[in-house]
């Protein structure tokens, strides 16, 4: 499945779709990142697996991400995540399920991701 609101290419395979939680894997081809967006009541547990990737939150430095890093999204964090410009990214998401929870799209990444070049 081809995930929206992103760059240019990036594919989400889910792994389990439960009551408790939603684990999927999602790739990103490389220069491939999403746009800033919140997790409303949910949070999100990024593990990389593999490439090399970028995490950042709204008003914070963005952190690289190699195989075996893991980031901790609190519900309610303005963040984006993706592939460095020059390698393909994958990571596995797990998020909680929570009634009500949704996700909100927002602007596109520009100079934050353009200054990682």
């Known amino acids: 499945m081809r995930l929206g609101i992103t760059?240019?290419?990036?594919?989400?395979?889910?792994?389990?779709?439960?009551?408790?939680?939603?684990?999927?894997?999602?790739?990103?081809e490389a220069g491939c990142r999403n746009n800033w967006h919140i997790h409303h009541k949910a949070c999100?547990?990024?593990?990389?697996?593999?490439?090399?990737?970028?995490?950042?939150?709204w008003g914070k430095e963005p952190v690289e991400l190699n195989p075996g890093d893991v980031v901790y999204v609190?519900?309610?964090t303005?963040?984006?995540h993706g592939a460095?410009?020059?390698?393909d990214f994958t990571?596995?998401?797990?998020?909680?399920a929570v009634d009500g929870a949704s996700n909100e799209w927002l602007e596109p990444v520009g100079a934050e991701y353009d200054?990682?070049?």
């Open 7 to 28: 760059t240019s290419e990036s594919y989400l395979a889910p792994l389990v779709s439960g009551k408790e939680v939603n684990v999927s894997n999602v790739t990103f």
């Open 44 to 57: 999100q547990i990024l593990i990389a697996v593999g490439g090399r990737g970028y995490y950042q939150e």
């Open 74 to 76: 609190a519900p309610e």
């Open 78 to 80: 303005k963040h984006w």
């Open 84 to 87: 460095a410009p020059d390698s």
């Open 91 to 96: 990571h596995i998401a797990i998020m909680n």
């Open 115 to 117: 200054a990682l070049r």
